[in-house]
Nanobody
């Protein structure tokens, strides 16, 4: 069974921090590329951050660069998203994604497996 299970979402105030976690199992375990996406109400799912197999390459959306940090612990099959200086516009459901390919992509089609999402709400 392929699973990606996100945790760590919640309701915070602007300027606060949150750390999201995503635990992989089954076919998603050991995926070469992992990513985070988010989807706000009425908007399309958008790329947030991605990381390659050893953490040596990370990519970010311009809107979160300098505030968010993606990392992974392969021993725990877990990827993290540290979110600092949160803004109300960061409010969304955040999804973890895993790719079978070694290519680190920004589009949803680059990823094979998806979690159920965790809600992040930032109040002003």
């Amino acid at each position: 069974q392929t699973q990606l299970v996100e945790s760590g979402g919640g309701v915070v105030q602007a300027g606060d921090s949150l750390r999201l976690s995503c635990a992989a199992s089954g076919r998603a375990s050991g995926s070469p590329a992992m990513g985070w996406f988010r989807q706000a109400p009425g908007k399309e799912r958008e790329f947030v951050a991605g990381i390659n197999w050893n953490g040596g390459i990370t990519i970010y959306a311009d809107s979160v660069k300098g505030r968010f940090t993606i990392s992974r612990d392969n021993a725990k099959d877990t990827v993290y998203l540290q979110m600092n200086s949160l803004k109300p516009e960061d409010t969304a459901v955040y999804y973890c994604a895993a790719a079978s390919s070694v290519i680190l992509g920004r589009g949803p089609n680059a990823y094979n497996y998806w979690g159920q999402g965790t809600q992040v709400t930032v109040s002003s």
